[in-house]
């Protein structure tokens, strides 16, 4: 069974050769060499690699540098601003770029607010260079659909479930609160879901045992066709570790073999047009 991770970090310490924006809660450092080691420790093929826009925003240039050094285990994915007036000349030139897959937008309430005129333009952008847009817009969910809406030839690309993680434990008391809006985005025929850092929302201890009764609701409203495994480490770190927020989906009797085989790399091969060398 192919298994690739939908949603990765992977960056430098931060220094003056390459400061962060911000610095989050995340480890000093999880280069793509170290993404890689802890990608074969628990035997998984490869992986998106989603440039950290918490610390290099629009600049991409590491994810380029880390999916040169490891071109068969990396696809990767960068960030646009849709305040540029550029910005397809910007996605035109990511596509001439070894290893890219995708583009993504950030859309939640935490940022500046962009103008539709500037998200269409990415969005149609997108389909003129054939990539599909990952978008984050967790807590944001109306706004996420009314740009999904307005443009169904764009195939578009639902990050973390669409529901709103957390950083650090606990779980919120309603982890869950958002999944029926989540359900009803299952009607939209241009848009797959990654079901990454699920494992934060558990409000009990490693497996997680809780997390199956709304990913199975997930599951049924989207079809495991179009949801995509991904652990959102190193985001997730503070709440689980690589091996923690792989071996629940490995381990699980809630999926038959051929369920678990489509959600945790047949989905994303399809969504992305991209598969890893196979891991030894």
Same mark, same amino acid.
């Given at each position: 069974?192919?298994?690739?991770?939908?949603?990765?970090?992977?960056?430098?310490?931060?220094?003056?050769?390459? &400061?962060?924006?911000?610095?989050?809660?995340? &480890?000093?450092?999880?280069?793509?060499?170290? %993404?890689?080691?802890? %990608? /074969?420790?628990?035997?998984? +093929?490869?992986?998106?690699?989603?440039?950290?826009?918490?610390?290099?925003?629009? /600049?991409?240039?590491?994810?380029?540098?880390?999916?040169?050094?490891?071109?068969?285990?990396?696809?990767?994915?960068?960030?646009?601003?849709? /305040?540029?007036?550029?910005?397809?000349?910007?996605?035109?030139?990511?596509?001439?770029?070894?290893?890219?897959?995708?583009?993504? $937008?950030?859309?939640?309430?935490?940022?500046?607010?962009?103008?539709?005129?500037?998200?269409?333009? $990415?969005?149609?952008?997108?389909?003129?260079? /054939?990539?599909?847009?990952? $978008?984050?817009?967790?807590?944001?969910?109306?706004?996420? %659909?009314?740009?999904?809406?307005?443009?169904?030839?764009?195939?578009?690309?639902?990050?973390?479930?669409?529901? $709103?993680?957390?950083?650090?434990?606990?779980? &919120?008391?309603?982890?869950?609160?958002?999944?029926?809006?989540?359900?009803?985005?299952?009607?939209?025929?241009?848009?797959?879901?990654?079901?990454?850092?699920?494992?934060?929302?558990?409000?009990?201890?490693? &497996?997680?045992?809780?997390?199956?009764?709304?990913?199975?609701?997930?599951?049924?409203?989207?079809?495991?066709?179009?949801?995509?495994?991904?652990?959102?480490?190193?985001?997730?770190?503070?709440?689980?570790?690589?091996?923690?927020?792989?071996?629940?989906?490995?381990?699980? +009797?809630?999926?038959? +073999?051929?369920?678990?085989? %489509?959600?945790?790399?047949?989905?994303?091969?399809?969504?992305?047009?991209?598969?890893?060398?196979?891991?030894?």
């Amino acid at each position: 069974m192919m298994k690739i991770d939908s949603q990765v970090h992977a960056y430098e310490a931060n220094t003056p050769k390459r &400061p962060w924006a911000t610095v989050p809660n995340w &480890p000093d450092h999880v280069t793509g060499d170290e %993404m890689v080691a802890a %990608m /074969d420790k628990v035997g998984v +093929d490869g992986a998106i690699f989603i440039s950290a826009f918490s610390m290099y925003r629009y /600049d991409a240039s590491y994810a380029v540098e880390v999916q040169r050094a490891h071109p068969t285990r990396f696809g990767i994915v960068k960030p646009v601003d849709p /305040d540029n007036p550029d910005v397809a000349d910007v996605v035109a030139d990511w596509k001439k770029t070894p290893g890219t897959v995708g583009i993504r $937008i950030m859309l939640t309430r935490e940022h500046k607010r962009a103008s539709d005129e500037g998200l269409d333009r $990415i969005a149609r952008a997108a389909v003129r260079y /054939d990539f599909p847009v990952n $978008i984050l817009c967790w807590g944001n969910l109306d706004a996420g %659909m009314a740009l999904i809406d307005r443009h169904p030839d764009t195939r578009f690309i639902l990050d973390h479930l669409g529901i $709103i993680q957390p950083r650090v434990p606990p779980a &919120p008391q309603e982890p869950w609160a958002d999944l029926p809006k989540v359900v009803e985005l299952a009607k939209r025929a241009n848009l797959v879901i990654k079901i990454s850092g699920a494992c934060t929302l558990s409000r009990e201890p490693y &497996p997680f045992p809780d997390i199956w009764d709304p990913l199975g609701r997930i599951f049924d409203a989207w079809g495991f066709e179009r949801c995509l495994w991904g652990t959102d480490w190193t985001r997730a770190f503070a709440v689980v570790n690589y091996a923690e927020a792989v071996e629940p989906f490995l381990g699980t +009797d809630r999926l038959s +073999d051929s369920e678990r085989a %489509m959600l945790m790399g047949g989905a994303c091969a399809k969504a992305y047009g991209w598969s890893p060398k196979p891991y030894p």
